[in-house]
Protein backbone atom coordinates (compact mmCIF):
# COMPACT_ATOMS: atom_id res chain seq x y z
CA UNK A 1 0.00 0.00 0.00
CA UNK A 2 0.74 4.08 0.26
CA UNK A 3 3.23 5.45 2.53
CA UNK A 4 3.54 9.34 2.84
CA UNK A 5 6.31 11.07 4.89
CA UNK A 6 5.73 13.74 5.93
CA UNK A 7 7.94 16.58 7.50
CA UNK A 8 8.72 19.20 9.59
CA UNK A 9 6.07 17.91 12.02
CA UNK A 10 6.50 21.16 13.60
CA UNK A 11 7.46 24.50 12.02
CA UNK A 12 7.64 27.76 13.60
CA UNK A 13 8.08 30.98 11.43
CA UNK A 14 7.52 34.94 11.60
CA UNK A 15 4.48 36.36 10.47
CA UNK A 16 5.50 37.63 7.07
CA UNK A 17 7.88 34.53 6.39
CA UNK A 18 7.39 31.49 4.07
CA UNK A 19 6.87 28.19 5.20
CA UNK A 20 7.57 24.93 3.23
CA UNK A 21 6.16 21.76 4.11
CA UNK A 22 7.51 18.62 1.88
CA UNK A 23 6.43 15.34 1.97
CA UNK A 24 7.15 11.93 0.03
CA UNK A 25 5.12 8.90 -1.09
CA UNK A 26 5.97 5.35 -1.92
CA UNK A 27 3.23 4.19 -4.70
CA UNK A 28 4.59 5.40 -8.37
CA UNK A 29 0.69 4.75 -9.43
CA UNK A 30 -0.48 7.51 -7.02
CA UNK A 31 -1.27 10.59 -9.17
CA UNK A 32 -3.46 13.07 -6.95
CA UNK A 33 -2.18 14.94 -4.11
CA UNK A 34 -4.22 16.68 -1.82
CA UNK A 35 -3.24 19.09 1.58
CA UNK A 36 -5.74 20.00 3.81
CA UNK A 37 -5.85 22.45 6.61
CA UNK A 38 -7.18 21.48 10.03
CA UNK A 39 -7.45 24.10 12.52
CA UNK A 40 -7.76 24.06 16.14
CA UNK A 41 -10.97 22.02 16.77
CA UNK A 42 -12.40 22.27 13.52
CA UNK A 43 -12.45 19.77 10.41
CA UNK A 44 -9.83 19.70 7.68
CA UNK A 45 -10.22 21.10 4.73
CA UNK A 46 -9.19 21.13 1.37
CA UNK A 47 -6.80 23.67 0.63
CA UNK A 48 -5.38 22.54 -2.28
CA UNK A 49 -4.44 19.84 -4.79
CA UNK A 50 -1.84 18.96 -7.56
CA UNK A 51 -2.58 16.17 -10.72
CA UNK A 52 0.14 14.66 -11.90
CA UNK A 53 -0.03 15.77 -15.07
CA UNK A 54 1.19 19.06 -13.60
CA UNK A 55 4.20 20.17 -11.88
CA UNK A 56 3.25 23.10 -9.87
CA UNK A 57 -0.19 25.11 -8.83
CA UNK A 58 -0.71 28.07 -6.98
CA UNK A 59 -3.42 29.90 -5.21
CA UNK A 60 -2.96 33.33 -4.11
CA UNK A 61 -0.22 33.00 -1.20
CA UNK A 62 -0.43 29.04 -1.67
CA UNK A 63 1.56 26.68 -4.38
CA UNK A 64 2.14 23.44 -4.58
CA UNK A 65 5.38 21.63 -6.38
CA UNK A 66 5.20 17.94 -7.59
CA UNK A 67 8.57 15.93 -8.77
CA UNK A 68 6.57 12.53 -9.91
CA UNK A 69 10.54 11.07 -10.38
CA UNK A 70 11.88 11.71 -6.61
CA UNK A 71 7.94 10.97 -5.53
CA UNK A 72 7.50 14.00 -3.40
CA UNK A 73 5.83 17.48 -3.42
CA UNK A 74 5.52 20.15 -1.28
CA UNK A 75 3.32 23.10 -0.11
CA UNK A 76 4.48 26.52 0.23
CA UNK A 77 2.72 29.14 1.39
CA UNK A 78 4.28 32.78 1.02
CA UNK A 79 3.70 35.89 3.10
CA UNK A 80 2.27 33.95 6.27
CA UNK A 81 -0.31 35.15 8.39
CA UNK A 82 -1.25 34.13 11.96
CA UNK A 83 -4.45 32.94 10.42
CA UNK A 84 -2.06 30.29 8.49
CA UNK A 85 -1.67 28.45 12.36
CA UNK A 86 -3.22 24.95 11.92
CA UNK A 87 -2.29 21.42 10.92
CA UNK A 88 -1.29 20.90 7.19
CA UNK A 89 -1.99 16.95 6.24
CA UNK A 90 -0.89 16.34 2.68
CA UNK A 91 -2.15 12.93 1.34
CA UNK A 92 -1.20 10.74 -1.78
CA UNK A 93 -3.96 8.43 -3.72
CA UNK A 94 -4.52 6.93 -7.15
CA UNK A 95 -7.50 9.05 -7.55
CA UNK A 96 -11.06 8.07 -8.41
CA UNK A 97 -12.22 5.66 -5.91
CA UNK A 98 -9.24 5.03 -4.25
CA UNK A 99 -9.03 6.31 -0.59
CA UNK A 100 -5.94 9.06 -0.12
CA UNK A 101 -3.05 8.30 2.87
CA UNK A 102 -2.44 10.83 4.99
CA UNK A 103 0.49 11.99 6.75
CA UNK A 104 1.34 12.38 9.69
CA UNK A 105 0.47 16.12 9.78
CA UNK A 106 2.65 19.39 10.40
CA UNK A 107 1.99 21.81 12.96
CA UNK A 108 2.30 25.44 11.38
CA UNK A 109 2.81 28.14 14.24
CA UNK A 110 2.93 31.77 12.96
CA UNK A 111 4.06 34.08 15.54
CA UNK A 112 2.94 38.15 14.93
CA UNK B 1 -19.17 20.30 -2.12
CA UNK B 2 -21.14 17.86 0.78
CA UNK B 3 -22.40 19.48 3.58
CA UNK B 4 -21.92 16.85 6.49
CA UNK B 5 -23.56 16.71 9.82
CA UNK B 6 -22.38 14.46 13.00
CA UNK B 7 -23.28 14.13 16.15
CA UNK B 8 -22.72 14.03 19.32
CA UNK B 9 -19.97 16.77 18.69
CA UNK B 10 -18.40 15.73 21.74
CA UNK B 11 -19.31 12.92 25.02
CA UNK B 12 -17.67 11.66 27.74
CA UNK B 13 -18.01 8.25 28.28
CA UNK B 14 -17.78 5.71 31.18
CA UNK B 15 -15.59 2.50 30.64
CA UNK B 16 -17.38 -0.33 28.86
CA UNK B 17 -19.75 1.42 27.53
CA UNK B 18 -20.50 1.88 23.70
CA UNK B 19 -21.46 5.06 21.82
CA UNK B 20 -23.01 5.82 18.73
CA UNK B 21 -22.09 8.09 15.95
CA UNK B 22 -24.64 9.70 13.48
CA UNK B 23 -23.78 11.04 10.15
CA UNK B 24 -25.73 12.74 7.83
CA UNK B 25 -24.44 13.81 4.38
CA UNK B 26 -27.01 16.34 2.65
CA UNK B 27 -26.64 14.29 -0.89
CA UNK B 28 -26.64 10.49 -1.88
CA UNK B 29 -23.14 9.41 -1.74
CA UNK B 30 -21.90 5.81 -2.93
CA UNK B 31 -19.11 5.40 0.06
CA UNK B 32 -18.45 7.01 3.44
CA UNK B 33 -15.60 6.87 5.37
CA UNK B 34 -15.44 6.88 9.23
CA UNK B 35 -11.59 8.01 10.90
CA UNK B 36 -10.38 8.28 13.89
CA UNK B 37 -7.79 10.89 14.97
CA UNK B 38 -6.06 10.77 18.08
CA UNK B 39 -4.83 13.39 19.97
CA UNK B 40 -1.93 14.90 17.95
CA UNK B 41 -2.40 12.26 15.56
CA UNK B 42 -2.82 12.40 11.92
CA UNK B 43 -6.14 10.90 10.47
CA UNK B 44 -6.45 6.91 10.10
CA UNK B 45 -9.13 5.78 8.27
CA UNK B 46 -11.28 2.89 10.17
CA UNK B 47 -13.63 1.43 7.60
CA UNK B 48 -15.23 2.66 4.49
CA UNK B 49 -19.46 1.94 4.56
CA UNK B 50 -21.08 1.06 1.15
CA UNK B 51 -25.01 1.27 1.74
CA UNK B 52 -26.70 -2.47 0.81
CA UNK B 53 -23.16 -4.39 2.11
CA UNK B 54 -20.86 -4.73 5.09
CA UNK B 55 -18.50 -2.09 5.39
CA UNK B 56 -15.33 -2.89 4.43
CA UNK B 57 -12.60 -2.43 7.42
CA UNK B 58 -8.64 -1.67 7.46
CA UNK B 59 -6.02 -3.60 9.15
CA UNK B 60 -6.41 -3.08 12.85
CA UNK B 61 -10.24 -2.50 13.20
CA UNK B 62 -12.47 -4.96 13.36
CA UNK B 63 -16.43 -4.98 13.40
CA UNK B 64 -16.84 -6.40 16.87
CA UNK B 65 -15.48 -3.17 17.88
CA UNK B 66 -16.59 -0.42 15.56
CA UNK B 67 -19.64 -1.45 14.20
CA UNK B 68 -21.43 0.61 11.29
CA UNK B 69 -24.20 1.13 9.67
CA UNK B 70 -25.40 2.30 6.33
CA UNK B 71 -29.23 2.47 5.99
CA UNK B 72 -28.91 4.53 3.01
CA UNK B 73 -27.34 6.80 0.89
CA UNK B 74 -27.25 9.93 3.32
CA UNK B 75 -26.72 8.36 6.46
CA UNK B 76 -23.76 6.10 8.74
CA UNK B 77 -23.58 5.39 12.34
CA UNK B 78 -20.20 4.01 13.68
CA UNK B 79 -20.77 2.28 17.38
CA UNK B 80 -17.66 2.35 19.56
CA UNK B 81 -18.18 -0.55 21.54
CA UNK B 82 -16.62 -1.58 24.81
CA UNK B 83 -15.07 1.70 25.28
CA UNK B 84 -11.62 1.93 27.30
CA UNK B 85 -9.28 5.10 27.69
CA UNK B 86 -7.34 4.10 24.34
CA UNK B 87 -10.74 5.01 22.35
CA UNK B 88 -10.46 8.32 23.67
CA UNK B 89 -10.00 10.36 19.98
CA UNK B 90 -12.37 12.29 17.68
CA UNK B 91 -14.10 10.35 14.94
CA UNK B 92 -14.54 11.81 11.85
CA UNK B 93 -17.36 11.17 9.16
CA UNK B 94 -16.10 11.72 5.72
CA UNK B 95 -17.37 11.64 1.84
CA UNK B 96 -15.39 11.86 -1.48
CA UNK B 97 -16.26 14.69 -3.63
CA UNK B 98 -16.60 14.25 -7.75
CA UNK B 99 -12.86 14.83 -8.54
CA UNK B 100 -11.76 13.26 -5.66
CA UNK B 101 -11.13 15.06 -2.55
CA UNK B 102 -12.68 14.37 1.03
CA UNK B 103 -15.13 16.60 2.62
CA UNK B 104 -15.15 15.90 6.76
CA UNK B 105 -17.59 16.36 9.74
CA UNK B 106 -17.10 18.11 12.53
CA UNK B 107 -15.99 15.07 14.05
CA UNK B 108 -17.17 13.52 17.40
CA UNK B 109 -14.97 13.96 20.61
CA UNK B 110 -14.94 11.33 22.77
CA UNK B 111 -13.72 11.02 26.24
CA UNK B 112 -13.45 7.80 27.95
CA UNK B 113 -12.91 7.67 31.06
Known amino acids: GENVEQHPSTLSVQEGDSAVIKCTYS??????FPWYKQELGKRPQLIIDIRSNVGEKKDQRIAVTLNKTAKHFSLHITETQPEDSAVYFC???????????FGRGTSLIVHP | SAVISQKPSRDICQRGTSLTIQCQVD?????MFWYRQQPGQSLTLIATANQGSEATYESGFVIDKFPISRPNLTFSTLTVSNMSPEDSSIYLCSVAGNTGELFFGEGSRLTVL
Open chain 1, 27 to 32: DSASNY
Open chain 2, 27 to 31: SQVTM
Open chain 1, 91 to 101: AASRGGSYIPT
